[in-house]
């Protein structure tokens, strides 16, 4: 199983970003998605998720109407438009697929820094 983020980097307020996090070795279709972050010396936080039945989802109050998850089952993939970005939106960024409350897998996360 492995889960591989891209797409984090140095941006500017108010620019945007696209992450992505493409799976293997497990069926992605059946597996719901979701975006963590983690900022320096704070608890890592839900960002947003997508469900694997109809692609419903959900965003921490933090980033909706920035940010839009959303997935890509034939390609293995998961993506994190960011638009707007923000300097407390600096963090690092994790992937996590999950399976009912049974599997949870983990990537080791993309680096997103806000700064002018």
């Known amino acids: 199983v492995q889960l591989v983020e891209s797409g984090g980097g140095l941006v500017e307020p108010g620019e945007s970003l696209r992450l992505s996090c493409t799976a293997s070795g497990f069926t992605f279709s059946a597996f719901g998605m979701t975006w963590y972050r983690q900022a320096p010396g704070k608890e890592r936080v839900l960002v947003a998720s997508?469900?694997?039945?109809?692609?419903?989802?959900d965003y921490a109050d933090s980033v909706k109407g920035r940010f839009t998850i959303s997935r890509d089952n034939s390609k293995n993939t998961v993506y994190l438009q960011m638009n707007s970005l923000k300097p407390e939106d600096t963090a690092m960024y994790y992937c996590k697929a999950y399976y009912r409350s049974a599997l949870n897998y983990w990537g080791k996360g993309t680096l997103v820094t806000v700064s002018s």
């Open positions: 997508i469900t694997s039945t109809d692609g419903s989802t």
